[in-house]
């Protein structure tokens, strides 16, 4: 399974992304799927899941009311919606799936199939 991550890019502080990810030739409708993002010199962090039907959701507490998943399984497509950003949000965000219908908690070591990562870059 090849996740495909894109909609990165520079943004000023305050301003707003919105990251799509998909798999070429394989539906993901069947699977929730995670978003992570790693800075440069950090760990990979856990930032929000989205079960394979979209009705639960989870975003870790550090991103209250800014960051936003979303899915549409009939385009194929989970979205993460990126409001209000902050310096401290840039890294590269990567997508990320195990291939099951409930999230798996935030932890990567949880999500066996990932995508190759699409570079945020908040800065005025």
């Known amino acids: 399974v090849q996740l495909q991550a894109s909609g990165g890019g520079l943004v000023q502080p305050g301003g707003s992304l919105r990251l799509s990810c998909t798999a070429s030739g394989r539906t993901l409708r069947y699977w929730a799927i995670a978003w992570f993002r790693q800075a440069p010199g950090k760990e990979r962090e856990g930032v929000s899941c989205i079960h394979s039907t979209g009705d639960s959701r989870y975003t870790i507490d550090t991103q209250p009311g800014r960051f936003t998943i979303s899915r549409d399984n009939g385009k194929n497509m989970v979205y993460l919606q990126m409001d209000s950003l902050k310096p401290d949000d840039t890294a590269i965000y990567y997508c990320?799936?195990?291939?099951?219908?409930?999230?798996?908690?935030?932890?990567?070591?949880?999500?066996?199939?990932w995508g190759q990562g699409t570079l945020v870059t908040v800065s005025s």
């Open positions: 990320a799936t195990g291939r099951e219908r409930s999230c798996s908690g935030m932890t990567a070591t949880n999500y066996e199939y």
